[in-house]
C-alpha cells in the first residue's frame, strides 16, 4: 500500500514536470513565431544604372570628306574607284592584302597587352609614391598634455552604438563572426564615433576582419547608412593614442579636425613607412608618374582604336566609302606618300553633318552607327545623327566645343544628319548621347547593405513562397556610386527581401511588408 502511494506521488509529478517542459518549450515556439522580419520589394530597391550621359557641343557642317589613311606596312591588292568618280555611301574603295593586315593585327594587340602592363606597374608606383611619408627632421619630443582626460576601458554608447571603438568594444554578431574575410567582426557606431589607434594596433596583431557600421536611430534594425571594412593584416599600425573617424576614415586632430595627411583607406591601409624625400620631391615624383600614366593611357587608346580598325579590315579587307561624294587626291598605290598624305578622300556631295569632339574616357564606349541627339542653339530644332567616323588621333580642334574635362585629350567625331531640316551649315549645336555596357540593363543595382558573403559566395535573405525568409545565392557585379552593388542574376524585381542583419534576419522568420501588412 505504501509503495503505491509512493508510485503515485512519484508519477503525479513527472505529469506536472511533462507540463512546465511543454509550457517552456512551447512559449518558445510561440515567442519566435511571432517574431517577423521587414522586406522590401526589389523593384522599389533597384536604383537603376541606365548609362551615363555625355553632353558636348559641335558645329554643323556640309562640307564634311572622308580621308583613307594607309600605313606603311599596309598592302593595297586592288583600287575600285578613280579620281572624280561620284560614289555612295557603302561602296568599296580599295581592297588589302589580309597577310600584312593580320600580322599588323596581331603585332597591334601585344601593343596594346604591353601597354596595359605597363600602366599597372606605374599605377603601383603611384600609390605607392602617394603613402609614402616625407622625410621631416627631428625635434625634441613633445610631452603629452596630462590634462587631457584619457579614454574609459569602457567604451560609451549611444543606444546600442559605441561613440569610440576601444579593443574592450564588442561587435554586435560575435556569436556569429568568426573575425574572416568572408564572416568579418561587425561594430555599431554612432555617426561621431571613432576608432582608437590602440584598437588598430591590437586588431593588426590579432590579423582580424572587423567592420564598423552606421545605423539610422543607432540601431542595427535601421538603414544602413556606411560601413568601413578593415583587413588587421594588412594594417601599418598608427601611433597609439590617434583617433580614426569612422564615417570619414580619416585622422582626427585634437579639435577634432580632419587631417589633411594621414588617412586610412577601404582596405585599412595606414600610410607606408617614412621616406628618404622631402614633401616638395614627392609632390614632383607623384607629378611626373601621374603624366607618365597619362602618356600611357593615350598610346594604349591609340592602339586600340587601331586594333578595331585592323579588325573591321580584317573581316574581309575592304575599306568602304562612309559618305555619299566624289573621290579626290587619290594616290599611286604602287607609290604610296610617306609624308602622312591620306591615300584618297572622299568629299561629301550632299547632306549636314555635325563635328564634335569625344573624350578618350569614352573612346572604348562611343563607336560608328551610335546616335546623337542634336540641339540648335538659335532655333531650338532637334533631331539624331549617326556617327560615321571618330579620328585615330586627337586634336585641339575640338576641344573649345568638345567640352569636359580639360585634363583629358578630345577625339574629332562626324555624324550624318538624316534630316536636317531647320539646320544650316556653320551653326552651333548641343549633342548628347548615352555611354553604357551593353549588359547593365538587364542588372538590378541594390544598397550594397543588403548583400552577405559565405564562403566567398555572396547573398540575400528573400522571402519564399511560404513567405519565409530563405537564403538566395546571387552573382555580383560592379560598384557604383560606392554604396550601389550589381546583381547580375538570383535575383528579380519581383522578389522580396530583408536587411540581412539584427536578431529576426534569421531564415524560417515569417515576413512582414514594409508597408506593415503581414504574410
Known amino acids: 500500500m505504501k509503495n503505491k502511494k509512493v508510485m503515485k506521488r512519484v508519477l503525479v509529478i513527472a505529469i506536472v514536470a511533462a507540463v512546465a517542459v511543454g509550457g517552456i518549450g512551447g512559449g518558445i515556439y510561440v515567442q519566435r513565431s511571432k517574431m517577423t522580419a521587414e522586406v522590401q520589394s526589389v523593384a522599389d530597391l533597384n ?3 541606365w548609362g551615363d550621359d555625355v553632353n558636348s557641343s559641335g558645329l554643323v557642317t556640309n562640307d564634311y570628306s572622308q580621308t583613307v589613311e594607309i600605313s606603311k606596312d599596309d598592302e593595297i591588292k586592288e583600287v575600285y574607284v578613280e579620281e572624280g568618280q561620284q560614289v555612295q555611301k557603302g561602296d568599296k574603295l ?3 592584302d589580309m597577310t600584312v593586315t593580320t600580322l599588323n593585327l596581331q603585332g597591334k594587340e601585344l601593343e596594346v597587352e604591353n601597354l596595359k602592363n605597363q600602366i599597372t606597374l606605374a599605377q603601383n608606383e603611384l600609390k605607392k609614391l602617394k603613402n609614402t611619408k616625407p622625410y621631416v627632421e627631428p625635434s625634441e619630443p613633445v610631452k603629452p598634455d596630462s590634462s587631457t582626460p584619457s579614454t574609459p576601458d569602457v567604451p560609451e554608447m549611444s543606444g546600442d552604438a559605441y561613440n569610440y571603438i576601444l579593443w574592450t568594444a564588442v561587435p554586435y554578431n560575435q556569436n556569429e563572426a568568426d573575425g574572416s574575410a568572408e564572416n568579418p567582426y561587425r561594430y555599431l557606431c554612432t555617426e561621431d564615433a571613432y576608432v582608437t589607434g590602440s584598437f588598430f594596433s591590437q586588431l593588426s596583431e590579432a590579423g582580424l576582419h572587423v567592420v564598423f557600421e552606421i545605423h539610422e536611430n543607432n540601431s542595427v534594425s535601421g ?8 583587413d588587421g593584416s594588412q594594417i601599418v599600425v598608427p601611433d597609439a593614442d590617434t583617433r580614426w573617424s569612422v564615417a570619414d576614415r580619416t585622422q582626427l586632430t585634437e579639435d577634432t579636425d580632419v587631417s589633411d595627411t594621414d588617412t586610412v583607406d577601404d582596405t585599412g591601409v595606414d600610410a607606408i613607412d617614412q621616406g628618404g624625400y622631402t614633401q616638395s620631391e614627392l609632390n ?6 601621374e603624366k607618365k600614366i597619362k602618356d600611357l593611357d593615350l598610346d594604349k587608346r591609340k592602339a586600340e582604336l587601331d586594333v578595331e580598325k585592323l579588325k573591321a579590315q580584317s573581316s574581309d579587307g575592304i575599306i568602304y566609302a562612309n559618305v555619299t561624294g566624289t573621290v579626290k587626291n587619290l594616290q599611286d598605290k604602287d607609290n604610296l606618300p610617306t609624308d602622312g598624305t591620306p591615300f584618297m578622300e572622299i568629299a561629301g556631295s550632299e547632306g549636314l553633318y555635325v563635328t564634335g569632339g569625344i573624350s578618350e574616357l569614352l573612346l572604348d564606349k562611343v563607336k560608328p552607327g551610335q546616335t546623337v541627339s542634336v ?4 532655333s531650338g530644332t532637334s533631331c539624331e545623327a549617326e556617327i560615321t567616323e571618330i579620328k585615330n588621333y586627337p586634336s585641339t580642334d575640338v576641344s573649345s566645343y568638345g567640352g569636359g574635362n580639360n585634363n583629358v585629350s578630345y577625339y574629332p567625331f562626324v555624324a550624318y544628319i538624316e534630316d536636317s531640316t ?10 548628347n548621347m548615352t555611354v553604357s555596357d551593353e549588359e547593365d540593363g538587364a542588372s538590378i543595382y ?3 547593405g543588403y548583400v552577405r558573403s559565405e564562403n566567398g559566395k555572396s547573398y540575400v535573405l528573400k522571402a519564399d513562397e511560404n513567405d519565409r525568409l530563405v537564403k538566395q545565392y546571387v552573382k555580383t557585379g560592379k560598384i557604383i556610386y560606392g554604396d550601389t552593388i550589381e546583381i547580375k542574376s538570383g535575383l528579380t524585381e519581383d522578389d522580396r527581401i530583408a536587411f540581412p542583419y539584427g536578431k529576426t534576419a534569421k531564415e524560417g522568420i515569417r515576413v512582414v511588408d514594409s508597408d506593415g501588412a503581414e504574410y
Open 375 to 378: 540641339s540648335s542653339w538659335e
Open 47 to 49: 536604383s537603376g544604372y
Open 284 to 289: 614632383g615624383m607623384i607629378s611626373e608618374q
Open 422 to 431: 531647320g539646320l544650316r551649315n556653320g551653326e552651333y549645336v548641343d549633342l
Open 223 to 230: 538603414k544602413l547608412l556606411s560601413e568601413w571594412e578593415v
Open 446 to 448: 541594390i544598397f550594397k
Open 94 to 96: 580599295l581592297a588589302l
